[in-house]
T-cell receptor, first 114, second 112 residues
């Protein structure tokens, strides 16, 4: 069964450093998403991406965040200058047809900012 | 704005007993409803969805959910729980052309 692949599975970074979280969506999907889950809290929407541009973003997705689809397969989330409160599990997801049949999520990247 | 409520932080059930995990939603249009499960240190796995049609939907691992429009609910059910069903369950909703919104999750603990 097709999967969404995320790397790395765990990243530790120092406060103020830039991090890039990587995702390989399902190959025939056209819509891509990033969500995050702070430990013990709900899964929160960050951003959606379609046709090489952001289609929607939440209040969390401020100027410190950016997304990119640098080639035909990867979808990345960059956090420019990490803060302690950015520590969370970050999930990438993809969907076809705008998600009528649900999103397929990756296994997540656990980001720890120290 | 769309929202999801999962009123229980935790549900405890004995193996072999039926289980119900509750979910209510709020949308302005027609809802697309989903259940996801998260095992420890794992990602979100799709369980089942309601888009249209029969109000009772069946999904993976013997789970089912019933869409009730008048009560705006989409409770997850299973006739006979297994210890291996112990996990964190998320209800999610979206409207057409909107993104998926999750509830806060309900921890299901099935005791032997």
């Amino acid at each position: 069964e097709p999967e969404v692949t995320q790397t790395p599975s765990h990243q530790v970074t120092q406060m103020g450093q830039e991090v890039i979280l990587r995702c390989v969506p399902i190959s025939n999907h056209l819509y891509f998403y990033w969500y995050r889950q702070i430990l013990g809290q709900k899964v929160e929407f960050l951003v959606s991406f379609y046709n090489n541009e952001i289609s929607e973003k939440s209040e969390i997705f401020d100027d410190q965040f950016s997304v990119e689809r640098p080639d035909g397969s990867n979808f990345t989330l960059k956090i420019r200058s990490t803060k302690l409160e950015d520590s969370a599990m970050y999930f990438c997801a993809s969907s076809d047809r705008g998600g009528d049949y649900g999103y397929t999520f990756g296994s997540g990247t656990r980001l720890t900012v120290v | 704005a769309q929202s999801v409520a999962q009123p229980e932080d935790q549900v405890n059930v004995a193996e072999g007993n039926p289980l119900t995990v509750k979910c209510t939603y709020s949308v302005s249009g027609n809802p697309y409803l989903f259940w996801y499960v998260q095992y420890p240190n794992r990602g979100l796995q799709f369980l089942l969805k309601y888009i249209t049609g029969d109000n009772l939907v069946k999904g993976s691992y013997g789970f089912e959910a019933e869409f009730n429009k008048s009560q705006t609910s989409f409770h997850l059910k299973k006739p006979s729980a297994l210890v291996s069903d112990s996990a964190l369950y998320f209800c999610a909703v979206r409207e057409r052309y909107s993104t998926l919104t999750f509830g806060k999750g309900t921890m299901l603990l099935v005791s032997p």
